[in-house]
């Protein structure tokens, strides 16, 4: 099955640094999703990936899947308090399921 | 628009006893997950359901057991809970299964002693 990486596993950084957060995929993806967790709370989607090569933005943040389709990254520019809280990419385990990936912990410091 | 509601949002029972964490959705979603949340392990799908009268087993099923009587309800059940089920457990929805954005829970926190 499909299993996901995420790096770096946690992340500190300081308010207004521009920071990237990679996504690893041991087999082709064929929809790829990033969502945010705050702590405690349930998990918000922030967008979706198909095709080799795309890249989508919202607000600060903007993601891109490789033209393999097996790496993603989530690039937040200016980081923010509000940033703060655990990222996670998803997939489609080839209709099997939905898998996660184990996640990465930002802080950002005021 | 309450979307996912999960109840209760935390809970603490002993070892042994039956435990049903309850799910509903208000989006008429067909698909419907149960996930758990640990440390180093990240979510990992408990059950799922397609449809109303149908369910699937996901990655760690044993111990769980789930029904979908209908489109909204999509209870998780523990016949008779264990320490290791201690976790976060979310529920999830989405328009079809493996249809792209799910939806979340806020989560159900459960401590098995």
């Known amino acids: 099955s499909q299993e996901l990486e995420q790096s770096p596993q946690s992340l500190i950084v300081q308010e207004g640094k521009n920071l990237t957060i990679n996504c690893t995929s041991s087999?082709?993806?064929?929809?790829l999703y990033w969502y945010k967790q705050k702590y405690g709370e349930g998990l918000i989607f922030l967008m979706m990936?198909?095709?080799?090569?795309e890249e989508k933005s919202h607000e600060k943040i903007t993601a891109k899947l490789d033209e393999k389709k097996q790496q993603s990254s989530l690039h937040i520019t200016a980081s923010q308090p509000s940033h703060a809280g655990i990222y996670l990419c998803?997939?489609?385990?080839?209709?099997?399921?939905?898998?996660f990936g184990p996640g990465t912990r930002l802080s950002v410091l005021p | 628009i309450a979307g996912i509601t999960q109840a209760p949002t935390s809970q603490i029972l002993a070892a042994g006893r039956r435990m049903t964490l309850r799910c509903t959705q208000d989006?008429?979603?067909?698909?419907m997950y149960w996930y758990r949340q640990d440390l180093g392990l990240g979510l990992r799908l408990i059950h799922y359901?397609?449809?109303?009268?149908?369910?699937g087993k996901g990655e760690v099923p044993d111990g769980y057991s789930v029904s979908r009587a209908n489109t909204d309800d999509f209870p998780l059940t523990l016949a008779s809970a264990v320490p290791s089920q201690t976790s976060v457990y979310f529920c999830?929805?989405?328009?079809?299964?493996?249809?792209?954005?799910?939806?979340f829970g806020e989560g159900s926190r459960l401590t098995v002693l």
């Open positions: 999830a929805s989405s328009e079809g299964l493996l249809s792209g954005e799910l939806f």
């Open positions: 087999k082709t993806l064929y929809g």
């Open positions: 990936l198909q095709k080799g090569g």
């Open positions: 998803g997939a489609d385990n080839y209709g099997q399921n939905f898998v």
């Open positions: 989006m008429r979603h067909n698909a």
């Open positions: 359901s397609n449809t109303a009268g149908t369910t």
